[in-house]
């Protein structure tokens, strides 16, 4: 079955801290990974997107890096902000004979909170 | 580009009614996707499109669900009779390959059923 799993379920830390978010994926035939961010209450923000040919993608203070082999992402945040709370979530989308239509499997999520 | 729009933003309606929720794909996009989140079940797809026609309809929970996109900029998805069970949020979202499949979501409707 392809699963998307998220460690850890949540995460406190304090402002200013550098931190990693993880995602493993059960399959390494990925078409590429996506990382979003929902604030309570809200929809879902696409942060990254890193594809099958790619290791990593940077925007502003976050990377994501993907290691197709280990079926592993992580998201780096530099400098954390208390801002940056909210869930982060790691999707992928698996091939599927080159007709997945952008299905996104996902994974459960990581409840950040960074305080003052 | 305005994004993905949905509507309505809230609807608080009696156990039984039926609920039709609106969504409009980003122009462009060929792929449309219902997603439903709770609580306890998280974020589930219920159902996608392709070109406007429907791929896979197995996250539907229900024979009380329904979905159509009769064309490239409209998608409805229908509960009827509505039940407590389906309070929610529902969210749709849109991609397209020309765009690596990047999926751009709506703000979701936040349906209470009483």
């Known amino acids: 079955k392809q699963e998307v799993t998220q460690i850890p379920a949540a995460l406190s830390v304090p402002e200013g801290e550098n931190l990693v978010l993880n995602c493993s994926f059960t399959?390494?035939?990925?078409?590429?990974l996506q990382w979003f961010r929902q604030d309570p209450g809200k929809g879902l923000t696409s942060l990254l997107l890193i594809q099958s040919s790619q290791r990593e993608q940077t925007s502003g203070r976050l990377n994501a890096s993907l290691d197709k082999s280990s079926g592993r992402s992580t998201l780096y945040i530099a400098a954390s902000q208390p801002g940056d709370s909210a869930t982060y979530l790691c999707a992928v989308i698996y091939n599927a004979g080159g007709t997945s239509y952008g299905k996104l499997t996902f994974g459960q999520g990581t409840i950040l909170t960074v305080h003052p | 580009d305005a994004g993905v729009i949905q509507s309505p933003r809230h609807e608080v309606t009696e156990m039984g009614q039926e609920v039709t929720l609106r969504c409009k794909p980003i122009?462009?996009?060929?792929?449309l996707f219902w997603y439903r989140q709770t609580m306890m079940r998280g974020l589930e797809l219920l159902i996608y499109f392709n070109n406007n026609v429907p791929i896979d309809d197995s996250g539907m929970p229900e024979d009380r669900f329904s979905a159509k996109m009769p064309n490239a900029s409209f998608s409805t998805l229908k509960i009827q009779p509505s039940e407590p069970r389906d309070s929610a949020v529902y969210f749709c979202?849109?991609?397209?390959?020309?765009?690596?499949?990047?999926?751009?979501f709506g703000p979701g409707t936040r349906l209470t059923v009483t």
């Open positions: 122009s462009g996009h060929n792929s």
């Open positions: 399959d390494s035939a990925i078409y590429n």
């Open positions: 979202a849109s991609s397209r390959a020309g765009e690596k499949y990047e999926q751009y």
